[in-house]
């Protein structure tokens, strides 16, 4: 928690905010250790960032009187991303990771090689899956939460969003044994597609080309869905 | 386990291999749900790749017979990974990652911000770094293990080390605010140093800075250690 994200609701109208839930309760007390008088970063789901002093903290809550917040949060990627469902535990890193990147817009999509099982995840529930989005935000000090949209059907998708998605966007599908290596660098809109552990089906990489997205790989390694998101990421912004 | 991971002592001179090992036998039943006549690929330890097939399998053992072994293994990454020790679950995903991403040198340092306590982690006992080193090659189909050097003294590092590890190395310190911006797909043999959670101090990057590294920032954001690592090795390399 490298910032403490304060909903809206946190707030007075005298520059003070007011965390009551046990979470942030406890890791301001067992990581931060913190103590009256400390100042620390704070800031405002959707909004500005800055300094913030700790002026009461029992066990049932934490008070901070907070500076004039003026400072912006860094710059998002210019990317939605869409993942095919990883894997319960390896979504919610995966959120979280990704989260921190930077990363505003994300459609978790079921593929053929997705596990129907995973749809049925309470990983998925909206609070769990805010849940994660909160704890990236406050790893890389932002305040904008990433938008999720679940997709349940590859054909709905392709049929429906993806016309859309593209517009304006670059379509890139990252897929083992295309051609073109992942570009470096780039600040195109983009449209970045993620298979499941085991990839796309052919039939799915097929109609992605053929929607007009680029195929591109990684190297000749197999990584895992979080690696290999970070990993793209990384490579292409 | 997209590759099997053989031992030298799992083989024997008709050209079978032979594992007896309860993770092996749960992966190949419960993940590949294997069944007498798969084809699955195999590694040997150090050494080739290729095909088998699953000629006998019991709960107590699995018996392949090996194609002649052909395949190499992917090429490794040019870098020497100096890592302040991260604590002990973030140690084992980032042994994991980096492994998978093909690092194949790592050094394990104290730093001013490095927690003592985590040099008592069960996580550092050789068996279960090795563990972790032989997930990341299964996963990335790889078959050459990473040496790895637990250093807990900076100050030994710097002096008894450091010079030569950058002897034909570039050396790099990931640190926020550094001016330079981390390099993109470079392929100097590289000497990559990433600090702790909540960095180097300052007298440590000014003593690497001295020594004839070269100081960048992977940008704004505040990223965990092990989305750090992999962003910065994909991101360089």
């Known amino acids: 928690m490298n910032l403490i994200l304060l909903h809206p609701s946190d707030l007075d109208h005298q520059g003070h905010a007011c965390i009551t839930d046990a979470r942030r309760l406890a890791h301001l007390r067992d990581i931060h ?13 959707g909004g500005l960032m800055g300094k913030a002093q700790l002026v009461e903290l029992t066990t049932e809550l934490a008070v901070f009187a907070l500076d004039p917040l003026a400072d912006v949060p860094p710059p998002a990627l210019p990317v939605h991303l ?10 919610a890193r995966t959120l979280e990771h990704v989260t921190a990147l930077g990363v505003k817009e994300i459609t978790l999509l079921h593929t053929k090689r997705v596990e129907k099982s995973y749809w049925q995840s309470p990983e998925l529930l909206p609070e769990k899956i805010h849940q994660h989005l909160v704890l990236g935000l406050e790893q890389s000090r932002d305040t904008q939460l990433p938008s999720v949209t679940l997709t349940k059907g590859f054909r709905p998708f392709l049929e429906e969003q993806l016309p859309a998605l593209l517009r304006g966007r670059r379509g890139l599908v990252a897929h083992p044994g295309m051609p073109m290596a992942c570009p470096r660098g780039i ?16 039939w799915e990489v097929e109609k992605l080309l ?14 895992r869905v979080e690696t290999a998101v970070t990993a793209l990421l990384s490579r292409l912004f």
Do not use: K, W, Y
């Open 33 to 45: 250790r913190a103590a009256l008088g400390d100042r620390l970063t704070v800031g405002v789901q």
């Open 82 to 91: 869409v993942l095919a469902l990883p894997r319960p535990r390896m979504l």
């Open 187 to 202: 600040s195109d809109n983009t449209l970045l597609l993620v298979g499941p552990e085991g990839g796309f089906i052919p």
């Open 210 to 223: 053929d929607a007009g997205c680029e195929g591109m790989h990684l190297g000749p390694r197999i990584l």
